[in-house]
């Protein structure tokens, strides 16, 4: 009798063993569905993502060029116009409306690709994008972004994402930190380039993960289609910092 239940112990146990080692199979198949569903799903996100940037880089540029020329030229033939037969007031909101139509077309441009960018390198704009924001704001920064060509490190294609990663960062600052100080350092460490800001504001006073806004939220967006990582570091009335990592993609054109 003892016997007998010794053998049903052991096949109970066999039993069992088999379908903890068929629970493990499974749950391992689960979890490489996942992430290849995962790398499918960024890879498709990130091909329209870029596409649709590269789109809008095209649309920016044929909205500078013709209709910012031609209100330009607009804008000078009202400045010719002889006042004496004019009455100079209308004159004059003509001339102030045509300029808040550049301004706005210079607005709308950059919004669908970074102006800047046309314009500079991906340092200097930067650069210029943190002296326009900052000194506005009467905020105090310091950056090691001299000391680190970034377009050396970064695909063409990704420039604009690293660009309004940092732009959200400065204007969620700007906006909502109520700090007089923002440090932006940027670094290389073998394929990974690495970005780390911080300030010495409020940090956010609700919790973390539910107060991520519309800011926060582009943010987190942006580095995940350049496949990279974020992490939050919240100080309570000592200030909020970003550790954003991105791995260095070599072989493509910039």
């Given at each position: 009798m003892h016997q007998q239940h010794k053998e049903t112990y052991i096949i109970i146990l066999i039993i069992a063993?088999?379908?903890?080692?068929?629970l493990v199979l499974f749950l391992y198949l689960v979890y490489k569905q996942y992430q290849?569903?995962?790398?499918?799903?960024?890879?498709?996100?990130?091909?329209?993502?870029?596409?649709?940037?590269?789109?809008?880089?095209?649309?920016?540029?044929?909205?500078?060029?013709?209709?910012?020329?031609?209100?330009?030229?607009?804008?000078?033939?009202?400045?010719?116009?002889?006042?004496?037969?004019?009455?100079?007031?209308?004159?004059?909101?003509?001339?102030?409306?045509v300029s808040e139509g550049l301004n706005t077309l210079h607005k709308i441009t950059n919004d669908l690709y970074p102006s800047a960018l046309n314009k500079n390198n991906l340092n200097n704009a930067i650069k210029d994008m943190i002296h326009e924001y900052c000194s506005h704001a009467d905020i105090k920064t310091t950056t090691n972004i001299d000391n680190v060509e970034?377009?050396?490190?970064?695909?063409?294609?990704?420039?604009?994402?690293i660009y309004w990663i940092l732009?959200?960062?400065?204007?969620?600052?700007?906006k909502h930190s109520k700090s007089k100080t923002l440090d932006m350092?940027?670094?290389?460490?073998e394929n990974i380039f690495i970005i780390k800001t911080?300030?010495?504001?409020?940090?956010?006073?609700?919790?973390?993960?539910?107060?991520?806004?519309?800011?926060?939220t582009n943010i987190t967006n942006r580095v995940e289609i350049l496949?990279?990582?974020?992490?939050?570091?919240?100080?309570?009335?000592?200030?909020?910092?970003?550790?954003?990592?991105?791995?260095i993609v070599y072989g493509k054109e910039n």
């Open positions: 063993t088999g379908l903890f080692f068929v290849k569903n995962r790398e499918l799903f960024i890879e498709k996100l990130n091909a329209e993502y870029l596409g649709r940037g590269e789109e809008r880089r095209r649309i920016s540029k044929d909205l500078h060029d013709e209709f910012g020329a031609l209100l330009s030229t607009t804008k000078m033939y009202l400045s010719t116009l002889n006042k004496d037969n004019l009455d100079t007031d209308t004159l004059k909101k003509t001339i102030n409306s970034i377009d050396e490190l970064i695909d063409q294609k990704s420039k604009a994402q732009k959200e960062i400065v204007i969620n600052t700007i350092q940027f670094s290389k460490i911080k300030d010495e504001g409020v940090g956010i006073l609700n919790n973390l993960v539910s107060n991520k806004g519309n800011g926060i496949r990279g990582s974020i992490e939050m570091l919240n100080h309570i009335n000592k200030g909020l910092e970003y550790l954003i990592k991105i791995p």
